[in-house]
Antibody
């Protein structure tokens, strides 16, 4: 059974940093693109950052580029999101999601971790 | 970035109704279109990928169609567990953008 478990969320002041982790099991982690998706409570979904299985392809949405860094440790089956210079507008539930082959959807999701940026 | 526009944003329906949600892309995305269902306080669930392929375990009352820039999700006979928010997503280019969502209410 595929499992994705996020951790590392919490309350942080504007300008602060957090590191999210997504621990996975039940599939060959290194073979799949992984993505961080966030959702402001009550609002829609936004793809924040993605990383291919071998980490050769990485992307960021414009609003986080230069502040967030995605990485993965294939030996630990774990995905990371280092978030620096956090802003109030980064407040959201952050999900990690596993990509299907050939970039056809995200077929497994974690339960999400809440990041709150507030003074 | 490719923009996706869903219509309607809200839909009131009854059990047994046939429901259709439309997703329009700001440019062609070939068949790189997926649909998700999200229940309150839950993670999204993949329903359909590659425009029309049903994800394993998803009931056959869900179907998808379309090409180029216009796509549809159809629920042939709405069931109580289908009242949720539905999102389309394009995977043709980065970032993998989502539509704004369609909430199906009783």
């Amino acid at each position: 059974e595929v499992q994705l478990v996020e951790s590392g969320g919490g309350l942080v002041q504007p300008g602060g940093s957090l590191r999210l982790s997504c621990t996975t099991s039940g599939f060959t982690f290194s073979s799949y693109t992984m993505t961080w998706v966030r959702q402001v409570p009550g609002q829609g979904l936004e793809s924040v950052s993605g990383i291919s299985g071998g980490a050769k392809t990485i992307y960021y949405t414009d609003s986080v580029r230069g502040r967030f860094t995605v990485s993965r440790d294939n030996s630990k089956n774990t995905l990371y999101l280092q978030m620096n210079s956090l802003r109030v507008e980064d407040t959201a539930v952050y999900y990690c999601a596993k990509g299907r082959p050939q970039d056809q959807g995200f077929d497994s999701w974690g339960q999400g971790t809440l990041v709150s940026v507030s003074s | 970035d490719i923009q996706l526009t869903q219509s309607p944003s809200f839909l009131s329906a009854s059990v047994g109704d046939r429901v259709t949600i439309t997703c329009r892309a700001s440019q062609g995305i070939r068949n790189y279109l997926a649909w998700y269902q999200q229940q309150p306080e839950k993670a999204p669930k993949l329903l359909i990928y590659a425009t029309s392929t049903l994800q394993s375990g998803v009931p056959s009352r869900f179907s998808g169609s379309g090409s180029g820039t216009e796509f549809t999700l159809t629920i042939s006979s709405l069931q109580p567990e289908d009242f949720a928010t539905y999102y389309c997503q394009q995977l043709s280019s980065y970032p993998r953008t989502f539509g704004q969502g369609t909430t199906v209410e009783i």
